[in-house]
T-cell receptor
């Protein structure tokens, strides 16, 4: 059973701060990792993908991967109220994605 | 990026009726599509994998006779909820992988979802 664990939150940060979202996974052989953002009542949208150890930056978003620790994180710099959403961590196993339960983020103006 | 559509976006039906939800990949051909269900404040739960030209693969605990999946073409998969009951009320989301981005770099694109309410 492949498992993806996230802290459900809620996580609250003030506007302009850095939001840090964490995820751990159980399958050591996993190679592909994704972060999705889901607004209430909407379907998930892909924010970042990461496949190699280290950091990957895209605008205000930075994904960090540590395969030895089976840990992947998402940092959001200069958080905006529009970033308030649920963030889903996903791990690709074979042809199937395994999702965490999501972390609810609220950015306070 | 790749686009996946769903129809209808919202449906309300009476208990005992059947509801069909369509999922289309608009700018790519998808040999495989996925159907998820999401209850309020919970994560996505994979229901089944829809394979073009063959039978769907259902996850454990999902009734294949209740949730009928037909992947009739490379751009269309349908999910039919038969004899729907109030406990089937949920947010149903389909997704597809763009074959132009296969292998370890494959990403999954979600449809906008269908909100089903069974009275």
């Amino acid at each position: 059973q492949k498992e993806v664990e996230q802290n459900s939150g809620p996580l609250s940060v003030p506007e302009g701060a850095i939001a840090s979202l964490n995820c751990t996974y159980s399958d050591r052989g996993s190679q592909s990792f994704f972060w999705y953002r889901q607004y209430s009542g909407k379907s998930p949208e892909l924010i970042m993908s990461i496949y190699s150890n280290g950091d990957k930056e895209d605008g205000r978003f930075t994904a960090q991967l540590n395969k030895a620790s089976q840990y992947v994180s998402l940092l959001i710099r200069d958080s905006q109220p529009s970033d308030s959403a649920t963030y889903l961590c996903a791990v690709l196993g074979g042809n199937q994605f395994y999702f965490g339960t999501g972390t609810s983020l609220t950015v306070i103006p | 990026g790749a686009v996946v559509s769903q129809h209808p976006s919202r449906v309300i039906c009476k208990s005992g009726t059947s509801v069909k939800i369509e999922c289309r990949s608009l700018d790519f051909q998808a040999t495989t599509m996925f159907w998820y269900r999401q209850f309020p404040k919970q994560s996505l739960m994979l229901m089944a994998t829809s394979n073009e030209g063959s039978k769907a693969t259902y996850e454990q605990g999902v009734e294949k006779d209740k949730f009928l999946i037909n992947h009739a073409s490379l751009t269309l998969s349908t999910l039919t909820v038969t004899s729907a009951h109030p406990e089937d009320s949920s947010f149903y989301i389909c997704s597809a992988r763009d074959p132009r981005r296969q292998g370890s770099t494959g990403s999954q694109y979600f449809g906008p979802g269908t909100r089903l309410t069974v009275l």
